[in-house]
């Protein structure tokens, strides 16, 4: 118990020195994270071909880890509370190095989904915990400025990941998409472990087990629910009987969370309207971007014509500008306050989102969706700063989690909302060579952005003087 924090601590009076430095390491063990989505969907044809994977097994590559990561992000947070965040940091990003290893070295579907699999686990050990340690190590307007370099590494990293997935897989080849994470990850993990301080764990008690197999059974139906859906709609019978699934999951953990006597989280967490404000906004945030993307791949790709290559170049300014809009809104939230910045980055994003329906070609395409980015890459701190800006310490991996999770959510649904939008029009339109499919997706995107800006208006809590 001496080593538990009291709920009213919020920060030392002496700020780590190091702290700037842990926040690089941190961030960019997080880049990791989110690089792999995407680089390992570039690598996929020669994957499949070298390898002999059938469709199902290169979607199983991509879906795994997102599945695993998505699903045990709230457990992760958790543990990083009960054990130190420290711990659980260097156990994730160590179980996601090997991992890492052993999907490169697969000559096999066996061993590179297990490898997959692996990887989502020690990624949402890493995620959360890393978070967490940001929100304990950093306070006020540094706080903010902090979460803006977080935010800009995982909002570029999406985009960065096209042009890095092309760059290796025509070079060294796709098991090193694998690969180069083992030296980074191995360095990171050197140094984090000899410059991170080890913060006291924040909570006391036992991991509540069942309470983690359910809620994590129920985020994973879910995720593979709005996965599915992309490609078999969202009425097929699977994808509603895993909806169903998922709501009984969900139900039966709630349940279970008033009668457990060491709760995985305390429910009241989510009916804290910062909380349901931040969480809310990272979720279209993310949907939003990975629809973006997605669109904007497929269409400089099948419709313009561009190399995978080509096109990961194209997306460069959408990662700049999302790490760029991300990093200046870290600086400019305490003054602006959560609501307003919300609202106006809403508005770029639909004025960007706007563009590719109102010119064609791949001009219009990367100067809308950079900046359409540019909007999304501030609203990934307003999520942060707003969901957790009034944790405590011993809510703060948990709450982190949960952040991370709704994070999956959207980029899930973004993905099966895109997928079904445009390729319904474009099957339907493709005798005509019209773009039809791409504007009627794209009309989508900024009436969501649209609707957002007003229910944030209302969501957020005002400024705080």
């Known amino acids: 118990m001496s080593d538990t924090e009291t709920t009213t601590t919020r920060a030392p009076d002496a700020p780590h020195p190091l702290r700037w430095t842990a926040l690089g390491l941190l961030g960019l063990a997080q880049l990791m994270l989110i690089l792999d989505i995407t680089v390992v969907a570039i690598a996929l044809p020669d994957m499949g071909v070298e390898l002999n994977l059938g469709r199902a097994a290169l979607t199983w590559v991509v879906s795994g880890y997102a599945l695993t990561f998505g699903s045990l992000m709230l457990l992760g947070g958790r543990a990083a509370d009960l054990f130190g965040p420290k711990r659980v940091v260097l156990a994730g990003l160590a179980v996601f190095t090997a991992a890492s290893l052993a999907a490169g070295l697969a000559t096999g579907a066996p061993l590179l989904l297990a490898a997959r699999i692996a990887q989502g686990v020690g990624a949402a050990m890493l995620s959360p915990a890393a978070l967490s340690v940001v929100v304990r190590l950093f306070d006020g307007n540094e706080r903010n400025r902090a979460l803006g370099i977080w935010s800009a590494l995982g909002g570029g990293g999406a985009a960065l990941g096209v042009l890095l997935g ?135 790709q099948n419709r313009q014509g561009h190399s995978a290559l080509i096109t990961g170049v194209l997306f460069l300014p959408v990662a700049l500008l999302t790490m760029a809009a991300a990093a200046a809104s870290g600086r400019v939230i305490g003054r602006l306050g959560a609501r307003l910045l919300a609202v106006l980055a809403l508005a770029i994003a639909a004025a960007g989102f706007l563009v590719p329906v109102l010119w064609s070609g791949t001009t219009a395409m990367v100067i809308g969706v950079s900046v359409a980015a540019a909007g999304l890459g501030a609203l990934f701190v307003v999520a942060s700063a707003t969901a957790l800006a009034s944790v405590a310490p011993h809510e703060a991996g948990v709450a982190s989690g949960l952040v991370s999770t709704f994070h999956e959510f959207g980029a899930s649904a973004g993905a099966a909302a895109v997928s079904s939008a445009a390729a319904t029009s474009i099957a339907a339109h493709a005798s005509a060579q019209s773009a039809s499919g791409f504007d009627d997706a794209f009309l989508v995107a900024t009436s969501i952005a649209a609707v957002s800006a007003v229910i944030v208006m209302w969501l957020i809590p005002a400024k705080q003087q």
């Open 166 to 300: 092309g760059l290796i897989t025509a070079g060294p080849g796709w098991a090193w998409v694998f690969f180069v994470n083992v030296p980074v990850g191995l360095g990171v993990l050197v140094s984090l472990a000899r410059i991170l301080p080890s913060l006291p764990r924040a909570a006391s008690g036992s991991l509540d087990v069942p309470g983690a197999a359910l809620v994590a059974a129920a985020t994973g139906a879910l995720i593979y629910a709005l996965i599915r859906a992309g490609d078999h709609g969202w009425l097929n019978i699977v994808t509603v009987a895993l909806v169903a699934a998922s709501a009984a999951a969900y139900a039966a953990f709630a349940l279970w969370q008033r009668r457990a006597a060491a709760p995985l989280m305390d429910l009241r967490l989510l009916g804290r309207r910062p909380v349901v404000a931040g969480t809310f906004v990272i979720a279209v945030t993310t949907a939003l971007m990975v629809g973006a993307f997605f669109l904007g791949s497929f269409y400089l």
